[in-house]
């Protein structure tokens, strides 16, 4: 049987009060303006580093900055600029919303990440490793340790280390090796110290990814701690790999290369075979980036850009340890509490504390929760009581990122187990999960696991969890819906919202998203739920376009959006538009924006802040005013075109009074009032601190969180008492 046509939807675009088109509408005649995609992605980088930068966090959780900020370049790296040389090399390629070409885009984004690692490494230099060894945690090279941890080292090297290197040299015999992807790897120049003006080699040694990149030296009775890179204690005792020659200069690098994944899920006939084979492959992806040491010799450094075909912008020669990323690990070798965050608690809701079961709660009334402020065992628990309770029916579960050890899969297989109907959606295309993912497939499967893989040619990114229970004569389901992924590990460092309700009108609908997701669905439809790819995109413009309506006619009119990243072009139209016609708009989008906000005769009723902090900010919500009758969602989605035409996504109304204050009365307001964590976006794509009025207190909204959180906990221990 042949697949079902990919879903189409129509866009929608309003327009300014005087009905003219937007562009006419600019103050002067001008154009439309847009930032940049890449631009703003990297300024939102920036905003990470900062929180290295800054003396107020604790000084563990600042390396953990620091570190996120490598992941994050690595990840552009493999997907951003690696689809920017793409285009580049294809005939040019298409102008992006700015109408900026992939060559005048890679060579700004260049420019801008070199400024960027260097403040990075100036950050490590300069802020963090004399602050840590302030607090006697020290970094050495191998010419900085002692006679005593030279001894250590050695012994480590050569009990630990050697035995898994295998040197690789480079001559007529041996071609250059194949470099993996973000791997460690050391280059060596050698000769013979008896003809060493004719023998001249090469080699390379390939670092094991399963030998920790941080190692602490024996430790010091005084309570100091001396930690070391693997890469310096290689380079001091390579000369172990090559008998009878002199090294001359040894350099770690790493090399980044194109790790997306080109699959065309209507030719695959098997998609889980199509992506192992495609996981196979990545890691010979032509080559984006190459980090290497500073000081590595030019012919080496020739060498390398030779065979990896890179030209010297795609080169970063760094002045400090390769792969800050490895810093993460640091805050779990040092015991130092007083270094870190302190310790939270997620807490407890005392109705579901006192509740037999999560379901006689749901039956009470819709539960609204905000993680990690609150914690995500109940969300556990649903599937969990689901897998053992005698009158569940069936389990439907979307999966798109989980643990590596998630309660969730294996209450999933021990509902099967116990004879229920369960059915998995999982997103085999989940970026950097597809391992995991096609792991969690098979064990799902063997285990009786019914597994599908959603819509062809789109990704299941909607969170939703739905339970089908016996209940006396009759059938009731219940849901859980979501902002973010079910991952226990990640709800604890991600902002997200969760609903569960066994409302009939939603849990109906819910039903059909997954029949339409496990059978055929053309055009199903929704009027509680919004999705993609059915009727999202067309509803938010709708919605936009009544504000913009009401702002014309004189009624109150407001939208508070805040999101992951606004891209898509129609909405940021329809919003131009609708702050012309005097609707305020507050946005809170936490990385890219490609909306410029503040441009005079555009865009003056629109407003855009991020907040970067101790906790990821993760959750959609939406609101727009309505006049009479406001409209409250949350969901799976940002304003992006992939999510709206390539992506299942689903927001969900709240309609439970008091849940609907919580977020309109507390969680938005505090975060458009945070002056800490928030920075606001200029017409000039930087981000400053929000201005204070006279005599106002600094307000931290993940602080103001936590601690209504500990004060919610501590009305919970009093009830239960």
Known sequence: MSPPPRVKQRSTKITAKTGKSIAQTVAGGGKIVYANRELSWLAFNRRVLEQAQTEANPLLERTKFLAIVSSNLDEFFEIRIAGLLQQKDSSGGEASIDGLSPREQLKRAFDEIKRLVQEQYKCWNELLVPALAKEKITFKTG??????????????????????????????????????????????????????????????????????????????????????????????????????????????????????????????????????????????????????????????????????????????????????????????????????????????????RVSPSVFAAMQAGDILLHHPYDSFQPVVDFVQQAARDPGVLAIKQTL????????????????????????????????????????????????????????????????????????????????????????????????????????????????????????????????????????????????????????????????????????????????????QAGVQIDLIVRATCCLVPGVKGLSDNIRVRNIVGRYLEHARIYYFQNDTAPLLYCGSSDWMTRNFFRRVEALFPVYVPELRDRILKDLLPAELRDNVDARVLQPDGTYVLPVRKEGEAAFSAQRYFMESAQKRGAEQIEVVS
Request: aromatic residues 6%.
């Open 143 to 352: 010419d900085q340790l002692n006679a005593a941890e030279r001894t250590w080292v050695e012994e480590y090297f050569t009990k630990q280390v050697l035995p898994v290197l295998t040197p690789l040299a480079i001559d007529q015999s041996h071609p250059f090796p194949e470099i993996g992807n973000k791997t460690l790897n050391v280059i060596v120049s050698l000769d013979n110290p008896d003809t060493p003006e004719l023998d001249n080699h090469t080699a390379i040694l390939p670092v094991p990814r399963i030998l920790p990149r941080l190692v602490q030296v024996s430790p010091d009775r005084s309570g100091a701690q001396t930690f070391i890179f693997l890469s310096e204690i290689i380079k001091l005792f390579a000369s172990a790999l090559f008998s009878g020659y002199r090294i001359t200069s040894a350099h770690a690098f790493r090399v980044t290369r194109n790790s997306d994944l080109y699959i065309d899920d209507e030719e695959a006939e098997n998609l889980l075979k199509k992506i192992e084979e495609e996981l196979r492959n990545l890691r010979r992806g032509a080559a984006v980036r190459l980090e290497i040491e500073a000081g590595v010799p030019e012919p080496v450094f020739a060498l390398l850009c030779e065979h990896l075909q890179l030209t010297p912008e795609n080169v970063f020669k760094l002045d400090g340890p390769l792969n800050l990323v490895r810093m993460m690990s640091l805050a779990d070798l040092v015991d130092r509490p007083d270094l870190k965050y302190p310790a939270f608690v997620p807490a407890e809701l005392p109705g579901l």
């Open 400 to 579: 798109y990122r989980t643990s590596g050890d998630s309660p969730i899969i294996g209450a999933l297989i021990e509902a099967s187990s116990n004879g229920k109907q369960v059915t998995a959606l999982i997103e085999l295309k989940a970026r950097f999960d597809e391992a995991n993912n096609i792991r969690w497939a098979r064990e799902l499967e063997e285990a009786g696991v019914h597994v599908v893989f959603g819509l062809v040619g789109h990704k299941t990114h909607c969170k939703c969890s739905m339970v089908v229970r016996q209940e006396g004569d009759g059938i009731r389901r219940y849901v859980h819906l979501g902002t973010g992924n079910y991952n226990p590990k990640t709800a604890r460092l991600y902002t997200d919202l969760s609903l569960l309700t066994c409302n009939p009108e939603i849990t109906a609908e819910v039903a059909q998203l997954f029949n339409s997701l496990t059978g055929f669905a053309r055009s199903p439809e929704f009027k509680h739920l919004l999705v993609a790819p059915f009727n999202l995109h067309s509803r938010i413009q709708e919605l936009i376009a009544i504000e913009a309506a009401n702002a014309a006619a004189g009624k109150p009119a407001r939208i508070i959006a805040k999101m992951n990243k606004l891209v898509d072009k129609v909405t940021m139209d329809n919003l131009y538009a609708a702050s």
